[in-house]
C-alpha cells in the first residue's frame, strides 16, 4: 500500500472516496465516487414552521447560502401565495449577481483554476491559491481578494449578513436600497465587469494559448455526450434567478422546457446503496445505468450546460465571450443554438462567461431606478398548502419542495441540490478519466490530480451534507484487482 499526502488537498467542499477496479491486465474495469456523508435537511425540517426555512437551508452550505437562500424563499412565495412587487425582485436578483461574481471567482482562482495556471502536473504544494498568487503575482491575488471582498460586502449592506443573509422574506424583501447604497452598488457592478473581462484574457493567455492545456480541454479524456438542462428567459437566454427550465438532447435539440413547478413530472431520482447521494434523472428517459448517450436520462446542469440549453447570453459583453467560445470550439448555430460543446473541461471557460454576465447583470439592475423602490414586499395573507423554488446555483440547478398543513408546518421537504444533479456525470467522469489514464496497472502521483480535475471541472459542493472540522476534506482513491483486493491506496488528509 502507498500513501501520499498532498498539502493543500483537493480544493473540493464536502467528502469523497474513489474506487478504482481493475481486471487482469491491469486496466479500470470499474470505478465508484461514493459519497460517505448524509444530508437530514429533507428530514429534520418536518415540524418546523415552513417560514423559518429560508434561514434554515442557507445554513447547508457556507459556500452558496444565497443559492439556498433565494430558492427556498421564493418556495415560500408560492407557498402562501404571495406574489413579490417588481422592485422586490430586483432587489434579491442584484444580491444572487454579487454572490455569483464571489463564488465563480472562488473557483476559478483557488479550486479549479491552479490546475492550468500553476499545471496539472506542479507539485501538490503549488497546485492552490498560493501557487497561484505565485504564479501571476501579488497584485491579481490582490485583485481576487478585493473581489471577493467587495460583494460580501453589497451582500452584507443588502442583505443583512454577507454570509447567509437573511433579508429574503415570502412576498419580497425586508428593506429597501437607499440611494446611496446603490452607488456603491454600481461603482463594485463597474469594477466586477473590470475583473470579469481581465479573468477571461487570463484564461485565454494561461490556457488557450498553451497547446498543452487546449490539447487537453479538446481530448477524449474528459468528454460525454449527455442532455443538458439550464434556466432561460422568455427569450430563451441565460438567466440564474427565474424563468423555465430547459432541458437540450446530446444533439443540442429542445427536449422539454417546464416550470419549475413542474419539475416532479420530468426529473426521478435514483437510489443507490453504496452511497448517500442520490442520482437524478430524466423520468421520460429513463435510468439505464452511468452511461451517456441520448437513451440514458443521465443530464448535466453545469455552466456549460446552462450556455448548451440557452440561445444565447442577456448582457452585451458575455454575449461577445459566448460566441467566441463556440467558434473557437467549432459549434455552429443550428436552429438559433450553437450545437452543445461536450468536452468537459470547457465548464471552466463557461464559468469565467458566467462571471461577467452576473457581473453586467448587477449593473444593470443598479442602474434600474425601481432598485430603491420602498415597495419591496407585499405581506402573505393565506396558506396554499405546497410551494416549489428554484433558481441556478453555481453548480446546477437548485429545486426546493415544500408542503405544509393547515397552519404553514412542514409534513414534506424535497431538496434537488445543484451539485446533486451532477452526481451521475460526475461519476462517469471520474470513471472515464481513471480508464483513459491508468493502463497496465501504473498508478503515478499526477494520476490523483488528472482524477481530481474531471470532478473539480463540476465545482462539486458536498457540504450540501455535512461539514468536518476544521473543514478538511480527506480524498482516498483504492484500486482494486480482479479479485477485489486493495492493491494501492492514494490518499489526501485533510
Known amino acids: 500500500m502507498k500513501r501520499i499526502t498532498i498539502d493543500p488537498i483537493t480544493r473540493l467542499e464536502g467528502h469523497g472516496k474513489i474506487e478504482i477496479f481493475l481486471n487482469d491486465q491491469g486496466d479500470v474495469a470499474n470505478c465508484y465516487f461514493q459519497i460517505p456523508e448524509l444530508r437530514g435537511f429533507e428530514q429534520f425540517c418536518l415540524g418546523r414552521q415552513a417560514e423559518e426555512m429560508p434561514v434554515l437551508t442557507s445554513r447547508i452550505c457556507g459556500v452558496c447560502p444565497e443559492a439556498h437562500l433565494m430558492a427556498s424563499v421564493k418556495a415560500l412565495d408560492a407557498l402562501f401565495g404571495v406574489e413579490p412587487p417588481s422592485a422586490a425582485k430586483k432587489v434579491r436578483e442584484l444580491v444572487y449577481m454579487a454572490f455569483f461574481v464571489t463564488d465563480h ?48 460586502d453589497i451582500i452584507r449592506k443588502v442583505g443583512g449578513r454577507s454570509v447567509h443573509p437573511v433579508a429574503a422574506l415570502p412576498g419580497g424583501w425586508s428593506k429597501p436600497v437607499s440611494g446611496e447604497l446603490r452607488k456603491e452598488i454600481q461603482d463594485a457592478a463597474q469594477k466586477n465587469i473590470d475583473f470579469a473581462q481581465f479573468s477571461l484574457q487570463a484564461f485565454d493567455d494561461i490556457v488557450l494559448k498553451n497547446k498543452a492545456y487546449l490539447d487537453l480541454i479538446i481530448s477524449d479524456v474528459y468528454l460525454h455526450k449527455t442532455y443538458y438542462m439550464g434556466t432561460v428567459d422568455e427569450r430563451n437566454l441565460v438567466n440564474f434567478y427565474d424563468g423555465m427550465i430547459r432541458v437540450t438532447d446530446p444533439e443540442g ?99 469565467l462567461i458566467e462571471l461577467l454576465y452576473a457581473a453586467e447583470r448587477m449593473q444593470e439592475l443598479a442602474d434600474d431606478p425601481e432598485i430603491t423602490s420602498p415597495d419591496i414586499r407585499k405581506i402573505p ?17 437548485l429545486t426546493h419542495h415544500y408542503v405544509t398543513d393547515e ?12 451539485t446533486t444533479n451532477n452526481y451521475a456525470p460526475i461519476s462517469m ?8 489514464l491508468i493502463s497496465k496497472g501504473n498508478v503515478s502521483e499526477g494520476l490523483l490530480n488528472k482524477i481530481e480535475m474531471a470532478f473539480r471541472l463540476y465545482d462539486p459542493c458536498f457540504s450540501c451534507a455535512t461539514h468536518s472540522l476544521p473543514g478538511g476534506m480527506p480524498l482516498v482513491v483504492s484500486i482494486h484487482d480482479s479479485a477485489g483486493k486493495v492493491v494501492q491506496t492514494l490518499r489526501q488528509d485533510g
Open 105 to 152: 471567482t472562488t473557483h476559478f482562482y483557488a479550486l479549479g483554476g491552479p490546475d492550468f495556471i500553476v499545471g496539472p502536473d506542479a507539485p501538490p504544494s503549488e497546485r492552490n491559491i498560493l501557487g497561484v498568487i505565485k504564479k501571476v503575482g501579488l497584485e491579481i491575488g490582490q485583485k481576487v481578494i478585493e473581489t471577493r471582498s467587495r460583494n460580501h
Open 253 to 351: 435539440r429542445e427536449f422539454v422546457k417546464y416550470q419549475p413547478k413542474g419539475y416532479a413530472q420530468h426529473i426521478a431520482e435514483r437510489v443507490e446503496s453504496w452511497t448517500y447521494l442520490k442520482f437524478p434523472y430524466l423520468k421520460n428517459v429513463g435510468w439505464k445505468g452511468l452511461v451517456d448517450g441520448k437513451d440514458s436520462g443521465v443530464y448535466c446542469a453545469t455552466p456549460l450546460s446552462r450556455l448548451n440549453v440557452a440561445d444565447g447570453m442577456a448582457t452585451p459583453k458575455a454575449q461577445e465571450h459566448f460566441d467566441r467560445m463556440y467558434t473557437t470550439l467549432g459549434s455552429k448555430r443550428v436552429n438559433g443554438r450553437y450545437q452543445p460543446v461536450h468536452h468537459r473541461l470547457v465548464t471552466h471557460w463557461a464559468r
Open 381 to 397: 395573507e393565506k396558506i396554499t398548502g405546497e410551494g416549489i423554488g428554484s433558481v441556478e446555483a453555481p453548480r446546477g440547478t
Open 407 to 418: 397552519w404553514g408546518v412542514l409534513t414534506k421537504v424535497n431538496l434537488i441540490v445543484g
Open 429 to 436: 467522469s471520474i470513471k472515464r478519466a481513471a480508464g483513459k
